[in-house]
């Protein structure tokens, strides 16, 4: 059998001089580390930046979560402030169990500010996120948006927007002035109000059971194609939703161009989902 011992290590009890460390440290072999400079990823012009993968322009849906709740105005108004500045991953199991708690603006604005902190928690902010939620949701109730209401929001899309509209006034159908179904709600950003408008708003004014106009009158546009939004996701999904068409959309701009039979045959023939330097927004 072998010793299983541990090994004696047996100390020196002679005197260490200077000579003997001068010897010690003059044999070690000193190391030295170059920091490496790192160079941040310069983007060729004209591509879309996107963590979400472009699918083939042949399957029905990006992959967003406004595809799967766009048809439901409160969900998809709760999903758009959970998703904005916050990954997907970490906001879609707060969402659901959100909306299985407070499946209605009824439900959410009699929350337990408490209660509802301790659900928002994994993402952070959680006090003023569930303090704005409660706050939108007294509002629903107190205003619940309308075809026939539109309210100011200021610089959106644009710098200098909304400027002529009063903080409190209220624009009907007729007032040609620019004004948005949804933006008396507290806590609705631009991300948010992009994806009311993408998603939902044909289908609150009464001209489309979805947003892409279906059962919509001959010739009807829909809103999806007047937004031109910051999100790099919802830029990404425009992008795709054109292409569909057989343009080439310009983000920057909302600018669009045909997209050549080449280009489009490429397109129909891709089976697999392109990464988000592939997807280009000027060159065919």
Do not use: C
């Not at 970490?90 to 929350?111: C, D, G, M, N, W």
């Amino acid at each position: 059998m072998e010793d299983q011992s541990e090994p004696l290590i047996l100390q020196s009890h002679r005197r260490v001089t200077r000579s003997m460390v001068k010897n010690v440290v003059s044999d070690t072999k000193v190391v030295k580390f170059e920091k490496r400079k790192t160079v941040p990823r310069k983007v060729p012009p004209g591509v879309v930046v996107s963590a979400s993968r472009i699918p083939p322009i042949s399957k029905e849906r990006f992959g967003l979560i406004q595809e799967t709740v766009g048809r439901d105005l409160y969900q998809l108004l709760v999903a758009a402030v959970l998703w904005n500045r916050t990954r997907g991953s970490q906001a879609r199991p707060v969402f659901q169990k959100l909306i299985s708690q407070y499946p209605t603006p009824t439900h959410l604005a009699e929350a337990s500010f408490s209660d509802l902190a301790d659900l928002i928690r994994p993402i952070g902010l959680y006090n003023s996120r569930a303090a704005r939620f409660i706050a939108f949701a007294k509002t629903w109730l107190d205003k619940p948006p309308h075809k026939s209401r539109r309210y100011r929001k200021l610089y959106y899309p644009l710098q200098g927007d909304s400027l002529d509209i009063g903080r409190d006034e209220v624009l009907d159908e007729d007032d040609v002035r620019q004004g948005w179904e949804v933006a008396h709600l507290p806590s609705l950003g631009p991300y948010a109000i992009d994806s009311y408008r993408i998603f939902h708003r044909d289908i609150l004014r009464g001209l489309a059971d979805d947003w892409n106009g279906l059962n919509a009158v001959r010739g009807f546009e829909p809103e999806w194609k007047r937004v031109v939004p910051l999100d790099k996701e919802l830029r990404a999904y425009l992008r795709w939703m054109w292409l569909k068409e057989g343009w080439i959309w310009d983000p920057e701009t909302g600018d669009k161009i045909k997209a050549s039979e080449e280009r489009m045959e490429r397109e129909r023939d891709r089976s697999r989902s392109l990464s988000p330097e592939g997807f280009r927004v000027r060159k065919q």
